[in-house]
């Protein structure tokens, strides 16, 4: 126990995935995504070895989109995107492969429990902080601050990112 949260440990990478899978959370192609993602909602963009994220906008078919050049960039741009362009960029392009995932299987599934104490913040106040952010230049690092740390920012008040743990 820590601060009162049980810990939870997975074996494998898969063993985590598989504790938050579902039948609503499996990566679809983009017009099932386009129909079940609200404002608000973190979107998953399966790119092989290592997933994208970006946040859906309160326009519809966009999102706030974390652009950096490569692994290797210091600095990315926040820049709002159509759902359907982010989906097809990356080597899986041609799947379009997506999903909605908000991250509440991972909420308490860290050994560290990064997430255990976190609230989604309301949709307003998350969509606000990425707007705000909109055309800036942001620092970049692939096993850091992320896209998926961003994206956790602005979902929770607090960026986080699971995927470069496993890399």
Not at 79 to 96: F, I, M, N, S
Not at 151 to 167: E, I, M, N, S, V
Request: include cysteine; charged fraction near 25%.
């Amino acid at each position: 126990m820590f601060n009162g949260v049980k810990e939870w440990y997975y074996d494998t990478v898969t063993d985590v995935q598989n504790a938050i899978s579902s039948s609503e959370n499996q990566f679809v192609s983009y017009d099932k995504l386009l129909k079940k993602a609200n404002p608000g909602d973190l979107i998953e963009f399966c790119r092989g070895p290592y997933n994208h994220w970006a946040m859906m906008s309160e326009e519809n078919g966009k999102v706030y989109n974390i652009c950096a050049e490569s692994k290797e960039c210091t600095q990315a741009e926040i820049k709002l995107q159509t759902l359907k362009y982010v989906c097809e960029l990356g080597p899986t392009a041609d799947r379009q492969r997506a999903r909605v995932n908000n991250k509440e299987g991972f909420r308490g599934l860290l050994p560290n429990l990064m997430t255990a104490d976190l609230e989604p913040l309301p949709v307003e106040e998350s969509i606000e902080m990425a707007r705000e952010m909109l055309g800036t230049f942001v620092e970049y690092s692939f096993t850091g601050k992320n896209c998926e740390y961003y994206c956790t920012l602005w979902k929770f008040g607090r960026g986080y990112t699971d995927q470069a743990l496993r890399y």
